[in-house]
């Protein structure tokens, strides 16, 4: 009998600036031939919190996670549920639909969970918790904790189960900074017991912070998971893996963060002596590609952004968006315009003030920036309306707004901006799929090359 073997990856607690080059794990992926189609995945990738710092690099690192496992360990799309920025029902919902699968493939089956997000601890610090986006740290009640996720874990047909947890569950965040409902200092919550059947990899220890790999635009723990899993090609054991994935981030961490130290950690029940020998896929992969970043990664910014973070694959799709193919919302229209699809040459005194609104996001002032293309935007100009969805959609400005940065996209994708259709398309994923694939029809019917490769990847 083929036994599941469950894969949770949690990346959690990082706040850190976007960087502009592109990790070789990113870029060079393993091609395995042999396909794994009773093995199941469940992604989730916390980014986008609505009373919390987001999480930067968090959608990267689903994303390209989903790669790997299509690509490095041969797993069909259809067997894999992405999800990202998900609340606490998205996220139980996915486990529900992990536990059904499984028992219809009577623990045939495998499975891998990518969680991503942040983490915290209660206030007796007794408990470690797992945040959804629609949580908040002051309260656990709209939390997971790990203990009963290794429960319902531990329940479900399978006899092999591995976490893995690219966490810090002390109250920090990733830049090592505390959360809103912290004390000020590292707590250190117990450590949750599991079942026989699971095997749980964590990023850090006790009140240790987990922190990012700039470079690499990943969390340090996930970075090293990934290039592990490259360099073997998926063929590698748990014991193999966590050798490598323990020494790389132990003596990377305190190199590139003042001496801090970073230590993953892996628990196992006392009764489960073989957690070494169990192996990812069964044959290595022996043929590379090359993937571009900026095509399949939802994190990289577009020409003249701010930083590689104002794509979003789920937001709030404003009231009235229609889902057919040749609907639209109504788009503000200037006055003395026979329609809204004709984009408005700028005058001279609008352009300037585009042009000193991103003088201003280089500089990082937020603040001016808005100030610049909002009274571009009174003046009805269509890359205001554009720059002004980058500005809200950009987690390093406080002003940080999902529902407004949305409404700039659909105007100036109203108004026929052709990266506004895309960033619409893209911001749209995940809460309204059926005008993300209008918004994104439309780019690539105008030549938009990320929007046709997104969309063919739509179903």
Not at 68 to 81: H, R, V
Request: hydrophobic content about 35%.
């Amino acid at each position: 009998m083929r036994y599941t073997l469950l894969y949770i990856v949690g990346l959690l607690c990082f706040t850190v600036q976007g960087v502009k080059a592109q990790s070789q794990v990113d870029s060079r992926i393993a091609v395995n031939q042999q396909v794994d189609d009773k093995t199941f995945v469940v992604i989730i990738a916390n980014e986008h919190y609505k009373h919390e710092e987001s999480v930067p690099y968090a959608l990267n690192d689903g994303e390209v996670f989903k790669v790997y496992c299509q690509k490095t360990l041969g797993i069909p799309e259809k067997n894999i549920k992405y999800v990202p920025d998900a609340t606490l029902g998205e996220v139980n919902f996915a486990l529900y639909w992990l536990d059904n699968v499984l028992k219809a493939y009577d623990g045939s089956g495998r499975a891998f969970v990518y969680y991503s997000g942040h983490g915290m601890p209660d206030e007796k610090g007794s408990e470690a918790y797992l945040l959804p986006v629609d949580g908040f740290s002051q309260s656990t009640e709209g939390a997971l904790s790990t203990r009963a996720l290794y429960k319902k874990l531990g329940k479900m047909s399978s006899h092999q189960i591995v976490v893995f947890l690219d966490a810090c569950f002390s109250g920090a965040k990733r830049d090592g900074q505390m959360l809103a409902s912290s004390r000020g200092v590292a707590i250190r919550p117990k450590v949750s017991m599991v079942e026989a059947n699971t095997v749980v990899f964590s990023a850090a220890q006790g009140d240790e912070t987990a922190y990012p790999f700039r470079q690499g635009q990943h969390g340090l723990f996930t970075y090293h998971l990934l290039e592990k899993l490259q360099q073997s090609g998926g063929c590698v054991t748990l014991g193999e893996l966590s050798d490598y994935v323990t020494q790389k981030v132990k003596r990377q961490a305190v190199l590139e963060n003042n001496g801090k130290p970073q230590t993953p950690t892996v628990v196992a029940a006392q009764q489960n002596a073989d957690w070494r020998q169990w192996q990812l896929a069964a044959v290595a992969a022996k043929d590379y590609e090359t993937r571009n970043p900026t095509v399949a990664n939802n994190n990289i910014a577009p020409a003249g952004s701010p930083s590689g973070k104002e794509k979003r694959n789920q937001a709030i799709a404003p009231a009235g968006l229609p889902s057919g193919e040749e609907k639209h919302n109504q788009a503000i229209v200037p006055a003395g315009s026979s329609s809204g699809k004709q984009m408005m040459k700028a005058s001279p005194v609008v352009a300037d003030l585009i042009t000193q609104g991103k003088k201003a996001v280089r500089a990082m002032d937020y603040q001016k920036a808005k100030e610049c293309f909002t009274k571009a935007a009174d003046q009805f100009d269509t890359e205001a309306y554009y720059q002004l969805g980058l500005l809200y959609a950009n987690s390093n400005y406080d002003g940080y707004d999902k529902e407004k940065a949305t409404t700039y996209f659909l105007k100036a994708a109203n108004h026929q901006h052709l990266e506004g259709m895309y960033q619409a398309g893209m911001i749209l994923l995940g809460s309204d799929n059926a005008a993300a694939k209008v918004w994104l029809g439309k780019a690539a019917g105008r030549g938009h090359a990320a929007a046709a490769k997104q969309l063919s990847r739509l179903k």
